[in-house]
């Protein structure tokens, strides 16, 4: 049985779009590698080829798919959130950020207290809290990247 990161291999691998490039044969051209054994290594049935970490990160890095990542982290019982580079935004930005983390609890908070007035959380409604949460995270990992960028050494 094929897993989901072999899964997520393969589709990133000859999913792969990019101007004349397309496919296994074109994303090895882009990385250097030989198009035979770069798409055997993305075959889930050959038991002998795999690509290495650092192979998967410059699959990733150069397709800008992160289905690995995410098939991985979802194995590992763990969630992966985009934070972008935040390293050279204004002070303005740096508030904005800050702003937006409290509206995104603003927002959960309103989703669980419209959901808890019949004294039920149905699955849609948890659906929608869930998500919430989610871009709570989110909004607060983006304020904490913004912020790491601010540190420095003393």
Do not use: W
């Not at 690995?68 to 194995?75: G, K, N």
């Amino acid at each position: 049985m094929i897993s989901n990161v072999e899964l997520a291999i393969y589709n990133t691998v000859h999913d792969f779009r990019r101007g004349e490039c397309r496919g296994a044969a074109g994303l090895a051209e882009l990385l250097g590698r030989n198009p035979g054994t770069f798409a055997n290594k993305a075959n889930p049935a050959m038991l002998n080829h795999h690509f290495t970490g650092p192979e998967l990160i410059a699959i990733m890095n150069q397709a800008q798919d992160y289905r690995i990542l995410h098939a991985v982290a979802h194995a590992c019982h763990h969630s992966c959130i985009d934070l972008g580079d935040f390293c050279h935004l204004s002070d303005m930005a740096l508030l904005d950020a800050y702003a937006h983390m409290h509206s995104e609890i603003g927002e959960t908070a309103g989703a669980i207290r419209a959901a808890i007035a019949d004294g039920e959380i149905t699955r849609q409604e948890f659906n929608e809290i869930d998500r919430e949460f989610m871009e709570d995270i989110r909004a607060m990992l983006e304020l904490r990247a913004r912020l790491q960028c601010l540190a420095v050494d003393a």
